[in-house]
């Protein structure tokens, strides 16, 4: 599979020309917050003797936890004792809501981002699998609670969660703009078919994941962080086009 984006492909964003809004995932795309995920969960998990005490790896966390519901992590963690998995789960938001405070860093570039977004006057808002006391104390501790004038999806509180595109149908539905005219920010596979299934362009960060991974989503664009020239060439390119229009 190829790993690189084509022209034809980033071309896509300047169809979206005149520009209405941007939407954000949070966990991996707004801060690196996965690595405080796991590790808290792997300190839960060794402590109740889970896979026989071998404490689990950044794989088994890739591909079974980064970007899930607590529902899906609890049936996969304990599928025979659903309800242990809740409860396990509880605690792990209620240990990462401690320790986000001191440890939530913004993705590089990402307050460059959030200025280019404010200058245009573009509506925005963050869409995550997250629960809400978690998504709204990582938006306030990264400073962000006024830029997204508290726009806050929760795909637990959807019908469906992402990788269902039932979040961000919400999103374009509560900030009043076309699919046709936004695009959005995500770093997960369930995050990047999630946008896909709701008819926009995705531009992928490869915080944690690799790239021949979040390509099997089908992002329009990889970026590493939002100091990458391949964003500012993208936008540049939809600046230029806007003000020919
Ligand atoms: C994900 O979980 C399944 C079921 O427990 C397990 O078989 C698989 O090895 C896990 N994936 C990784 C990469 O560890
Ligand atoms: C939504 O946007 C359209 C224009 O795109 C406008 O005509 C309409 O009044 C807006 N609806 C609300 C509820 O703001």
Request: include cysteine.
């Amino acid at each position: 599979m190829p790993h690189e984006i084509s022209e034809k492909r980033k071309s896509a964003f300047t169809t979206l020309v005149p520009l209405e809004a941007v939407l954000f995932d949070i966990d991996g795309t707004l801060c690196d917050s996965d690595p405080i995920h796991f590790v808290v969960l792997r300190e839960l998990l060794q402590r109740t003797g889970f896979n026989g005490g071998i404490p689990i790896d950044e794989d088994f966390f890739a591909q079974n936890i980064s970007g899930k519901l607590d529902d899906d992590i609890a049936a996969v963690l304990f599928p025979n004792d659903i309800e242990r998995g809740l409860k396990l789960c509880e605690e792990k938001e209620e240990r990462f809501r401690k320790l986000v405070k001191e440890k939530a860093m913004p993705i590089k570039g990402l307050y460059k981002l959030t200025k280019w977004v404010e200058d245009h006057g573009l509506k925005r808002a963050a869409v995550t699998n997250s629960p809400r006391p978690n998504a709204e104390l990582m938006i306030s501790t990264l400073g962000l609670t006024d830029f997204f004038h508290h726009n806050i999806i929760i795909g637990d509180e959807c019908e469906h969660a992402k990788p269902a595109p039932d979040p961000y149908l919400k999103a374009l539905k509560l900030l009043n703009v076309s699919k046709d005219h936004t695009f959005i920010c995500e770093d997960s596979v369930s995050g990047i078919k999630a946008g896909v299934a709701a008819g926009m362009p995705v531009i992928g960060l490869t915080t944690r994941n690799p790239k021949h991974v979040l390509m099997k989503a089908n992002p329009t664009l990889l970026i590493e962080n939002y100091e990458d020239p391949k964003l500012w060439e993208v936008l540049g390119k939809l600046n230029k086009r806007e003000n020919e229009a």
